[in-house]
């Protein structure tokens, strides 16, 4: 009997004493973490403020002295921006735009976040640069109509529902969008609740609307939606991640105060100085940051532990016990 509690005693302390460590250690672990985290938000504060004023592309300055940043939500289409920057270089030029490249490079592993990426790039270009353009990087204009100039008045949405050859209602400011430095910090630019493809250019518009800024799209242009862009995007090759998990389709569909440019936070860990055709560019890859308590659906599925394990149960041979 006394044998027997005895056992029942140290099996006891043993659990307790598991528990404890297991509880130190995680502390420890998670100390380290935010340590790591402050660590690596210093190195990129100080990253982004050793960013000189960047050689221009082109020598000709508007004559208005404006600069444009054509801000590029990246990741894996690097055939498309091997079309994309030629292409647009010689387009600019033929306008006389002073302009250089921002090609933000989401590399972390969650899923694809184009409105966190378009405030990074923001952050990085405002000290050099006047206005920016949101440029899809598989969207070419052919219409040298098509005016890229300061949009002094209000954002000037390009890719116009009239235009775009796949997109044609009214709210429509996806594609490519202008806007001055002033206009997209009035605005606190984009929701970084999107993450998966669509919805953060609607939450958007939301923004510009209830800014009062008018958008202004282009007029008397002489080609339509099948000429004026040419959208060269393979839709077999490259997959539209359009999974909503959690409540990701309720929260999304909601106007949201709380995001924006100014809680945006990210890594920036190489800047690739990089040159197509012999024109300039720089590639900046940066790990975004989720809140996965907050946001559960930045994981991508098959890295969520529930789903993984799902995955590797069914990976498994019938045939194997
Ligand atoms: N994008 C990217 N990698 C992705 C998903 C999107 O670089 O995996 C960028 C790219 O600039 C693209 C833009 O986000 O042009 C819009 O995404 P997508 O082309 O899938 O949307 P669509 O306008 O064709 O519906
Ligand atoms: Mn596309």
Redesign the pocket.
């Known amino acids: 009997m006394i044998k027997l509690s005895l056992k029942n005693v140290s099996i006891s302390i043993l659990i307790l004493f598991t528990i404890f460590t297991i509880i130190i250690f995680s502390n420890l672990f998670i100390l380290n973490r935010e340590s790591q985290c402050l660590q690596s938000y210093v190195e990129h504060q100080t990253l982004i403020n050793s960013i000189r004023k960047p050689t221009r592309t082109i020598t000709n300055v508007n004559h208005d002295g404006n600069h444009l940043a054509i801000l590029?939500?990246?990741?894996?289409?690097f055939n498309?921006l091997l079309q994309f920057i030629p292409h647009i270089n010689s387009f600019l030029n033929r306008q006389n735009i002073s302009h250089e490249f921002f090609v933000i490079n989401?590399i972390d592993n969650y899923r694809?976040n184009?409105g966190a990426l378009i405030n990074i790039g923001f952050q990085l270009a405002q000290n050099s640069c006047t206005y920016i353009v949101m440029?899809?990087?598989?969207?070419l204009p052919l219409n040298d109509q098509l005016s890229y100039g300061f949009p002094a008045r209000g954002p000037f949405h390009v890719s116009s529902p009239d235009l775009h050859p796949?997109?044609h209602y009214e709210t429509y400011v996806?594609?490519i969008l202008l806007m001055t430095n002033e206009h997209f910090k009035l605005v606190n630019g984009f929701s970084t609740n999107y993450f998966g493809?669509?919805l953060e250019d609607d939450e958007f518009y939301a923004r510009l609307k209830e800014a009062n800024l008018q958008i202004y799209r282009p007029e008397n242009i002489k080609t339509n939606q099948s000429n004026t862009f040419i959208?060269i995007?393979d839709?077999n090759i490259?997959k539209?991640?359009t999974a909503k998990l959690f409540n990701q389709k309720e929260i999304t569909r909601r106007r949201d105060r709380q995001t924006g440019l100014n809680t945006t936070k990210f890594n920036l860990l190489t800047i690739y100085n990089m040159t197509i055709e012999n024109i300039e560019f720089r590639i900046f890859n940066v790990a975004i940051y989720c809140n996965v308590d907050r946001t559960p659906w930045c994981l991508k599925p098959s890295s969520s532990s529930s789903s993984s394990i799902k995955f590797k149960k069914q990976q498994q041979p019938k045939n194997r016990r």
């Open positions: 590029i939500p990246f990741r894996e289409r498309q989401q694809f184009r440029h899809d990087v598989d969207l796949k997109y996806g594609g493809w669509g959208h995007h839709q490259y539209r991640d």
